[in-house]
């Protein structure tokens, strides 16, 4: 009994013991923590992948969950207890990677984990912002820039030549399905950015600092019915990241190009400050070449141009948005923009009559222009709680100022050497404006939707053009050629919309009231016009959603053309000595009815977009062109102060003369293969018929003409990509003009440093040196032949940087920036989004 209760004692102590020691040893090992890390890219391209979220769920404790994301590297690194785990690692428009019998003994590395792509929402989801992504909306399509390296270190109008259906000329024109009456707004609104005295002012504006366009073909009563061809809205970037964020970019070019610009902001959870400066400093030559043969006076004279151009702008945009709740804001913004331009010009006329120079005159001018233009503005935005109810209003002012003074020498070389002729040209052009504007939108329930709004806009623009000649030391104004021409212009809107949504069928109907008034006076002769109308503009926008992949709208809308500017300057204005313009006062405004069907389907890999439009003007403007009857004496023999070569004069004036029928259709086709590739090409077909006649003349016109473009870009290896560009326009005519085919070819590479925080490109525009227009005129006393290079083959080198404080809310933004547009535009609210 001794012995057994001794061996008892034995194994009970030595279970208690091994229980305890046991227990202590289990503790211990609960408490310890591995590392379970890794690496996410793109099982496509091998990029890594920022931000993918890592999910640890302990199997035995499912409370028990634990997670991190990748940082900028693509790696990531999860602190767990051992065990065994469910891990799932996803990343937005990509499948999910998941493991459900992770072990976890010690530090577990699982190396790089490869994300395939989900092609079901690759369209819906923007995965990478190189893509240029195209949004298909009821009465617009919307061209998402990204970083597309074919325009780097551009302007706006680099940008613009890159899209469908837009027609970027040798002087910066723009027109959109070959109509050249373009409405152009700077977020949503007319700004002086785009310049008094045509588009060119957009030059001043960098292709960085753009984030998309708005095309517009089939606009809603929301937008101001100006523009026969349509609206083109420029969207520009406004940082809204929390903390400090920005990226600045630099380029450097042969012909000289420096610039540089930054875009920034600050922001907390009340207040956003945002800001982006540029400037560019740039050269560019021009030349231009005719020959003219005038039947009447057995005279054929060669015309040739040749220009250098310097050209420095300053662009600042400044502004402070205030937020009342995530709701509710307040935005108290302003711009800047001064362009500098010297331009050289050498113009020689040759009389060629007799197969040979037989006489020659020489006119060197020299011009400096100086533009300013600021604005400011104060916008209110309100969105309710119900989704898509939501109130905006803005104020704004704005005022522009185009000065210009031309040095001009005239002389003769042939037959003789004469004295020269010395002219001077100024030109002071100032504008102010002023813009108000309110819109509510109220949705009735989930799928119906009214809208009304007003809009005021009040503008007065004055020019004083002078011409003086030299003599003796002094310029002597000639009252003959010069002038004060003043134009006020007021327009009142009121518009309202109705929109309903029928299972997959979407309407959206609108009517706007415009009453306009307009002051013409002309100063100088005294001469005093005003001109009053009102009008309706009636607008209609129909979809129907095949499937999630494949739709059909249709649109109408009627569009006003408003003479103004020299259009309606009755005073004759001197292009050059035998050559003038004159406006017609008493030009009405021109009305186009636009009629449009879009089909739009998306396959795995394809991506088609087809357009079928008509559009009718009446009352169409016509610049007619013809001989005065007048003589200049270009050469004169001063010994007997007899001509030795005389040249017609020619005017061109505008008149209400035709009436203009437009079809045509368009096609787009993407193809991404791959996500390193994507290859997209569009053609538009446009044909034209012109109807009308003035003074015994028949101006009837039929012309059929295209335009193509292709863009492809491949990423390559080693964080490399490359882009190609091409567009080829088309030979085309009128009823007495013709105009050749024109085309020009892009390319650019780039390379991403620094983490990919930043990149490296260049640039190559019009690689083969064919971006030459060429035309003919013929009329009954004369026929001319010319043509032109507004800017010669360049080469740009730019460097661009991210800055951004903090990763983690990078991808934080106010879900009202979505919607607020304090515009003429803008979204449809989301039952109307395709």
Do not use: C
């Not at 998941?98 to 010690?106: A, H, Q, S, W």
């Not at 964020?245 to 875009?263: A, D, L, Q, Y």
């Not at 109130?391 to 210009?404: F, H, Q, T, V």
């Not at 636009?594 to 439009?613: C, G, H, M, P, V």
């Amino acid at each position: 009994m001794k012995n057994l209760f001794r061996l008892f004692l034995i194994l009970f102590s030595a279970s208690l013991f091994s229980q305890q020691t046991g227990g202590a040893n289990s503790q211990q090992y609960q408490n310890l923590r591995f590392n379970v890390s890794g690496s996410v890219v793109d099982s496509e391209t091998d990029e890594v992948l920022e931000y993918a979220t890592i999910t640890l769920n302990n199997k035995r404790n499912p409370d028990n969950v634990f997670g991190g994301i990748t940082g900028e590297d693509g790696k990531f690194s999860v602190e767990v207890p051992p065990g065994m785990y469910d891990i799932s690692i996803d990343y937005i428009s990509f499948e999910s990677y998941t493991n459900n019998n992770l072990l976890v003994r010690g530090n577990t590395d699982l190396g790089t984990i490869s994300l395939n792509l989900d092609v079901s929402v690759l369209e819906e989801v923007e995965v990478r912002a190189e893509r240029t992504q195209v949004e298909v909306r009821l009465d617009k399509k919307i061209y998402n820039v990204g970083q597309d390296i074919t325009v780097r270190g551009g302007n706006v109008s680099d940008v613009l030549a890159n899209i469908p259906s837009i027609d970027v000329d040798f002087d910066g024109n723009i027109s959109l399905r070959g109509n050249n009456n373009v409405r152009i707004l700077i977020n949503g609104k007319p700004s002086g950015l785009v310049g008094l005295s045509g588009p060119q002012g957009l030059r001043s504006i960098p292709s960085e600092s753009i984030e998309k366009v708005e095309v517009v073909t089939s606009p809603s009563a929301r937008y101001s019915a100006e523009g026969t061809a349509g609206i083109l809205n420029i969207i520009l970037k406004k940082q809204d990241l929390l903390g400090f964020n920005g990226n600045v970019n630099g380029s450097i070019g042969s012909p000289k190009n420096s610039s540089g610009s930054g875009t920034f902001n600050l922001r907390n959870d009340k207040l956003n400050l945002f800001n982006t400066t540029t400037y560019k400093d740039s050269d560019n030559n021009g030349n231009f070449f005719s020959k003219t043969e005038y039947f009447r006076n057995n005279l054929e004279i060669e015309n040739s141009n040749k220009s250098t151009r310097n050209e420095k702008n300053i662009f600042l945009n400044l502004g402070l948005e205030y937020y009342f709740d995530d709701k509710t804001s307040l935005t108290l913004s302003g711009f800047y923009r001064k362009g500098d331009e010297l331009s050289n010009s050498r113009n020689i006329v040759n009389d060629i009559t007799n197969g040979i120079i037989s006489a020659t005159n020489e006119r060197l001018a020299n011009d400096e222009e100086l533009e300013e233009s600021f604005e400011y503005a104060l916008d209110f935005y309100k969105d309710f709680d119900k989704d898509g109810h939501t109130l905006s209003a803005r104020i704004s002012y704005e005022e522009s100022d185009e000065n210009s003074i031309d040095n001009i020498e005239d002389f003769s070389t042939l037959p003789f050497v004469s004295e020269s002729e010395f002219e001077r040209t100024t030109n002071i052009d100032f504008q102010n404006r002023l813009l108000a504007q309110i819109d509510y939108v109220y949705p009735i329930d989930e799928n119906t939707e009214i809208e009304f709004g007003y809009r005021g806009r009040f503008l007065e623009r004055e020019t004083d053009y002078d011409v003086s000649f030299l003599q003796g030391t002094s310029y002597i104004s000639d009252s003959g050629l010069s002038n004060v021409f003043n134009y006020t212009e007021n327009i009142n809107s009121l518009y309202g919309q109705f929109g309903k949504k029928f299972n997959k069928f979407s309407a959206l109907l609108g009517l706007r009231f415009e009453d306009s008034k307009q002051e013409i006076n002309q100063k100088t002769t005294g001469q005093f016009e005003i001109k009053k109308y009102s009008d309706l503009f009636p607008t209609l926008n129909l979809a129907y959603e095949i499937s999630d992949l494949e739709s059909i709208t249709l649109g109408y809308s009627k569009r006003i053309r408003r003479p103004r500017g020299w259009d309606i300057n009755p005073f004759p204005r001197r292009n050059s000595i035998t050559s003038y313009r004159r406006g017609n006062p008493f030009l009405d405004p021109t009305f186009s009815s636009a009629y449009e069907i879009d089909y739009l389907k998306r396959f795995k890999k394809i991506t088609i977009n087809t357009s079928l439009f008509f559009r009718q003007s009446d009352g169409n403007v016509e610049r007619i062109q013809q001989e005065t009857g007048e003589l200049v004496d270009l050469i004169v023999d001063s010994s007997n102060d007899n001509p030795v070569l005389q040249v017609p004069v020619l005017e061109y004036y505008p008149i209400n003369l035709s009436t203009n029928k437009r079809i045509g259709s368009e096609v787009s086709i993407t193809y991404t293969p791959s996500r390193s590739v994507r290859l997209n090409g569009s053609f538009t077909l446009n044909s034209e018929k012109i109807r009308g006649s003035y003074e015994n003349q028949n101006f009837d016109s039929d012309d059929t003409n295209w335009s193509a473009r292709f863009n492809g870009f491949i990423r390559l290896p080693k964080d490399y990509s490359i882009q190609f560009f091409g567009f080829l326009r088309g030979p085309s005519e009128t009823a007495f003009s013709k105009r050749k085919s024109f085309g020009f070819t892009t390319a650019a590479i780039q390379k991403n440093i620094l983490d990919r925080k930043g990149n490296i490109s260049l640039r190559y525009s019009d690689l083969f040196n064919t971006g030459r227009w060429r035309s003919t005129t013929t009329r009954e006393t004369f026929r001319s032949e010319s043509e032109g290079q507004w800017r010669e083959p360049s080469l740009i080198l730019t460097f661009s940087y991210i800055i951004s404080e903090d990763k983690n809310n990078r991808r934080k933004r106010r879900s009202q920036r979505d919607q607020q547009d304090f515009s003429e535009g803008g979204d449809d609210g989301p039952i109307f989004n395709n």
